[in-house]
C-alpha cells in the first residue's frame, strides 16, 4: 500500500513502491486523463507535475512522489497557469486526436507557472519532451502564447 498527495487529496493504492506512477494513477486511483504513450519518458504523453515540476509518470516509480505532491491534468484548470492554457487550448482549436494533450497542457501549465513571458526559445525547450503526431506544434505555441498574456494579467 502506498499513499500519495495527488489533487490535493491523500490518496492510498494498493502498488508496489517501483510501479510506475502513470500506472498507479490509471489502473489504482482510476485518474485515466493521464496517458500511456512511449513507456519510455519520450513522447510527453504521462506528463504530470511533481511538486509543480513536469514529469514522465510512465519511467517515475511511485515511491519518488511520497512526500510531493502529484498533480494531474484532472486538477491542472484549479491553478492559474493551468486555468489560462486550458482556455487558451479552447480558442486555438488545439486537439486533432487530443491523445497528446494533456502531457501538452502539463508541460505548458509548468512552463507559465514559472515564465509567464516565454520567448519562442522557451517555449520549444519546455515543449521539446511533447510529441504530437497530428502535427499542432503551431496551434500549440500560438496557444501558450496567448495563455502567457491571461496569467500575465490575471
Not at 486555438?92 to 497542457?105: A, E, F, L
Request: hydrophobic fraction near 40%; proline fraction near 4%; aromatic fraction near 4%.
Amino acid at each position: 500500500m502506498i499513499s500519495l498527495s495527488i489533487n490535493g487529496k491523500t490518496l492510498k493504492a494498493d502498488a508496489a513502491p517501483d510501479t510506475p506512477l502513470l500506472w498507479v494513477l490509471r489502473d489504482s486511483l482510476h485518474l485515466t486523463g493521464t496517458k500511456f504513450g512511449c513507456g519510455i519518458a519520450q513522447c510527453g504523453a504521462c506528463t504530470v507535475h511533481l511538486d509543480g515540476e513536469p514529469v514522465r509518470s510512465c519511467v517515475t516509480p511511485a515511491s519518488a512522489a511520497r512526500g510531493k505532491k502529484v498533480t494531474t491534468i484532472e486538477a491542472i484548470g484549479a491553478t492559474r497557469a493551468g486555468k489560462a492554457v486550458q482556455a487558451a487550448w479552447i480558442k486555438n482549436d488545439v486537439p486533432q486526436c487530443g491523445y497528446c494533450q494533456s502531457g501538452q497542457i502539463m508541460s505548458a501549465a509548468a512552463l507559465l507557472a514559472k515564465n509567464r513571458a516565454p520567448s519562442d526559445a522557451d517555449i520549444d525547450a519546455a515543449m521539446s519532451g511533447n510529441i504530437c503526431r497530428c502535427g499542432t506544434y503551431n496551434q500549440i505555441r500560438a496557444a501558450i502564447k496567448d495563455a502567457a498574456a491571461g496569467v500575465k494579467g490575471a
